[in-house]
Nanobody
């Protein structure tokens, strides 16, 4: 059973930055054909934030373009660099990995942006 574990969340003020990490229990993050970040704010549905494919194609939600960057290492981690954070970015952030026909989700990490 493959596990994904997110970390790096926290409480920050508007305009500050955070970097979230997603670590796989498998051999490599490249075991997944794609890795994505989603988020879910209180009372709202989970929404797509950013994704990176095995070939390196990057996709972003319009709401985070120019502020967030998804990346991955050559080993076991993917990242979400979040700059210029806004209160509306407050949510639980989840990592999702697709391997074959299976998708794997992490347990989430809380990001709170508040003054």
């Amino acid at each position: 059973q493959v596990h994904l574990t997110e970390s790096g969340g926290g409480l920050v003020q508007p305009g500050e930055s955070l970097r979230l990490s997603c670590e796989t229990s498998s051999r490599s993050i490249f075991d997944f054909s794609s890795v994505a970040w989603y988020r879910q704010a209180p009372g709202k549905q989970r929404e797509f934030v950013a994704a990176i494919t095995g070939g390196g194609t990057l996709t972003y939600a319009d709401s985070v373009k120019g502020r967030f960057t998804i990346s991955r290492t050559l080993a076991k981690k993917a990242y979400l660099q979040m700059n210029s954070l806004k209160p509306e970015d407050t949510a639980v952030y989840y990592c999702r990995g697709v391997r074959g026909t299976a998708e794997h989700w992490g347990q989430g990490t809380q990001v709170t942006v508040s003054s």
